[in-house]
């Protein structure tokens, strides 16, 4: 388990306002070295939000967002640097679709990380074998099943590295026969040392693999604690609620 001393982000009291709306109302949470952070709770709550607030894909209204030390929210703070820490994988998988497999996971690299061609096809090809996808390397996105598809966008993903991997409900828009094969990946990920925060509906996998769980619900941190807890012995009333639709 990881140390605080290990800390990469702390969220504190994070808030977001969509005009009159208020999405997050305060969101607090440390991510650690190593750590997997899961997020559940019911839809409309604020899961996606926090996440894309987390890689200023959302502005904030209000809060920090201490990474190291340092607020990234603050002036002069580069961003860009920022965001080329902190992976994404999204829900729609979000590959480039004239771009083959090898070329989807190579782009970022040489683009934002300026690594060589050379460097960066290797790079990627070692990650496209990690998720079993070496020998689908010259295929459109079009060709792939969804479940293959969102194991390229993870490869894509860690081939640039990031200290932080944060993924968004990454198997709700598969059929439920791909949903496993994209698991294990995680799952293998997470035995790396890859600090990663995941939004999920997969209760069993989040209780297995997390270290950490959040509720969040009304933009707010409704209960967090260790998986046995929260799922054992949820104590907040709406956290029992929402967990026993999946019983
Ligand atoms: P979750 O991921 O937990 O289902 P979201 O973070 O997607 O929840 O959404 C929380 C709330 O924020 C919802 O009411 C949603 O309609 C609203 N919301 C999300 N993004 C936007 C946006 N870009 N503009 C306006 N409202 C938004
Ligand atoms: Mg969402």
Redesign the pocket.
């Known amino acids: 388990m990881a140390e605080n001393n290990d800390k990469i982000l702390s969220i504190n009291h994070l808030q977001k306002s969509?005009g009159d709306?208020q999405?997050l109302r305060d969101i607090s949470f440390n991510i650690n070295k190593g750590e997997i952070v899961s997020i559940i709770?019911p839809?409309?709550?604020?899961?996606?939000?926090t996440l894309r607030c987390i890689n200023l894909l959302e502005e904030p209204t209000g809060g920090e967002i201490l990474f190291h030390g340092e607020n990234v929210l603050e002036a002069g703070y580069d961003r860009n640097k920022f965001r080329s820490r902190v992976g994404m994988v999204f829900q729609q998988f979000d590959l480039f679709e004239n771009k083959n497999v090898l070329q989807n996971c190579m782009i970022g690299q040489q683009l934002v990380l300026k690594r060589s061609k050379e460097e960066a096809e290797r790079i990627a090809l070692e990650n496209l074998r990690k998720v079993g996808m070496e020998p689908f390397i010259n295929a459109k996105p079009k060709q792939l099943s969804g479940g293959q598809q969102q194991r390229v966008a993870i490869a894509r993903a860690i081939s640039m590295n990031p200290e932080v991997l944060l993924f968004d409900e990454p198997t709700s828009a598969l059929d439920p026969e791909m949903v496993g094969e994209v698991l294990d990946v995680m799952q293998k990920l997470a035995t790396t040392g890859l600090t990663m925060v995941i939004v999920t509906h997969e209760m069993g996998f989040a209780k297995n693999v997390s270290d950490h769980v959040l509720f969040i619900s009304d933009g707010i941190v409704t209960e967090e604690g260790a998986p046995e807890q929260i799922f054992d012995q949820p104590q907040n009333e709406k956290t029992q609620k929402f967990l026993r639709n999946f019983k």
């Open positions: 969509f709306h999405v709770g839809s409309g709550g604020g899961k996606s939000t």
